[in-house]
C-alpha cells in the first residue's frame, strides 16, 4: 500500500540554524513527491516538487528538498531558519500510475524560536 | 498557477442543517477535490468531483451526506447536510491543472465549520 511518513510531529529550532523536516514514503511506482506548508488558519501553499532528475530541489521561501531513492525519502531542508517559518509542513507523494490523488503525510508541527 | 476561491471561510451552523461551500478557480482545472481536515492534523480525502457526472467518494463518505457539484471546469461546491457536532472541521477544495501526473495541486482557503 502507497504511504507517507513523517516521523516527527513537531520539530524545534533556532532562528538561524538550519533545519530538516523528515518524510519517507512507499509507492508501487516512480514517485512524485511534494511539500507543502500550513500557515494557521490558510489553505496549503505548494513549495516544492520532485518529478524526475537531479535529487536537490529548491522551491518557494529558501527550502529545498533532498530525493533519496535508496532510503525513499524526501526531506524538507532549509539552510538557515526563520521566525515566519513557523507553519505546518506536509508531505504527500503521487505514484505516476495514480489519477491526481494525492497520499498526505501526517503533517510535522516546525517552531522557530527567535 | 491558478487562484481558488473558497467560501464561505467559516460558518457555525445549527445542527440538522446544511452547508454549502463553493470553490471558484480563475482558470480552467482538469481535477477538482474535497478535502477535511481537523485542525493541525493531516487531510483527508472526501470525493473527486468530476465534471458533468457524479462525484467519486471515498471510503466512508457517502453522497447523501456529501453531494458535489461541478458543472463545469472552474467551480465546484460541496454540501455538508443534515450537519451534526462531528462535522466540524476545516474543509479544503483542491484543483490540478493539466494532464501529468506531476502537476502540483493547489488549495482554496478553507472553510471552518462549526457545528452547534
Known amino acids: 500500500a502507497q504511504s507517507v511518513a513523517q516521523p516527527e510531529d513537531q520539530v524545534n529550532v533556532a532562528e538561524g540554524n538550519p533545519l530538516t523536516v523528515k518524510c519517507t514514503y512507499s509507492?508501487?511506482?516512480?514517485?512524485?513527491l511534494f511539500w507543502y506548508v500550513q500557515y494557521p488558519n490558510r489553505g496549503l501553499q505548494f513549495l516544492l516538487k520532485?518529478?524526475?532528475?537531479d535529487n536537490l530541489v529548491k522551491g518557494s521561501y529558501g527550502f529545498e528538498a533532498e530525493f533519496n531513492k535508496s532510503q525513499t525519502s524526501f526531506h524538507l531542508k532549509k539552510p538557515s531558519a526563520l521566525v515566519s517559518d513557523s507553519a505546518l509542513y506536509f508531505c504527500?507523494?503521487?505514484?505516476?500510475?495514480?489519477?491526481?490523488?494525492?497520499?498526505w503525510g501526517a503533517g510535522t508541527k516546525l517552531i522557530i524560536k527567535p | 498557477s491558478a487562484v481558488i476561491s473558497q467560501k464561505p471561510s467559516r460558518d457555525i451552523c445549527q445542527r440538522g442543517t446544511s452547508l454549502t461551500i463553493q470553490c471558484q478557480v480563475d482558470?480552467?482545472?482538469?481535477?477538482m477535490f474535497w478535502y477535511r481536515q481537523q485542525p493541525g492534523q493531516s487531510l483527508t480525502l472526501i470525493a473527486t468531483?468530476?465534471?458533468?457526472?457524479?462525484?467519486?467518494?471515498e471510503s466512508g463518505f457517502v453522497i447523501d451526506k456529501f453531494p458535489i457539484s461541478r458543472p463545469n471546469l472552474t467551480f465546484s461546491t460541496l454540501t455538508v447536510s443534515n450537519m451534526s457536532p462531528e462535522d466540524s472541521s476545516i474543509y479544503l477544495c483542491s484543483a490540478v491543472q493539466g494532464t501529468r501526473g506531476n502537476t502540483e495541486a493547489f488549495f482554496g482557503q478553507g472553510t471552518r465549520l462549526t457545528v452547534v
Open positions: 482558470s480552467q482545472v482538469t481535477m
Open positions: 520532485y518529478i524526475t532528475g
Open positions: 468531483a468530476n465534471q458533468g457526472s457524479e462525484a467519486t467518494y
Open positions: 509507492v508501487s511506482g516512480n514517485p512524485y
Open positions: 504527500a507523494v503521487r505514484d505516476g500510475r495514480s489519477n491526481y490523488q494525492l497520499i
